[in-house]
């Protein structure tokens, strides 16, 4: 059984930072990619940020040079910290890996208000 434990999500000011985590178990992932997926009420599901096992990484062009994803193969965890937070980051985040099956996380709020 695969599960995952996302935490970090909350109501932060514009400007802010949130550090998301997101452990994985029931498995070994680390020769897999691992990401985020964002998705807000009403629009597109958003991929926000992928690395693979030997730590190359990609972002969406809306959260370059703001969010920064990262991995500790050993923990089966990815995170995703995410500086100068804007209120259209507010979305419901989901961590993903991506073996053969995509396997995703339930999901934590993100919200960037004032």
């Known amino acids: 059984q695969v599960q995952f434990v996302e935490s970090g999500g909350g109501l932060v000011q514009p400007g802010g930072s949130l550090r998301l985590s997101c452990a994985a178990s029931?498995?070994?992932?680390?020769?897999?990619?691992m990401g985020w997926y964002r998705q807000a009420p009403g629009k597109q599901r958003e991929l926000v940020a992928r690395i693979l096992s030997g730590g190359s990484t990609n972002y969406a062009d809306s959260v370059k040079g703001r969010f920064t994803i990262s991995r500790d193969n050993a923990k089966n965890t990815v995170y995703l910290q995410m500086n100068s937070l804007k209120p259209e980051d507010t979305a419901v985040y989901y961590c993903f890996v991506a073996t053969n099956y995509m396997y995703w996380g339930q999901g934590t709020q993100v919200t960037v208000s004032s």
């Open positions: 029931g498995s070994n992932f680390s020769i897999y990619p």
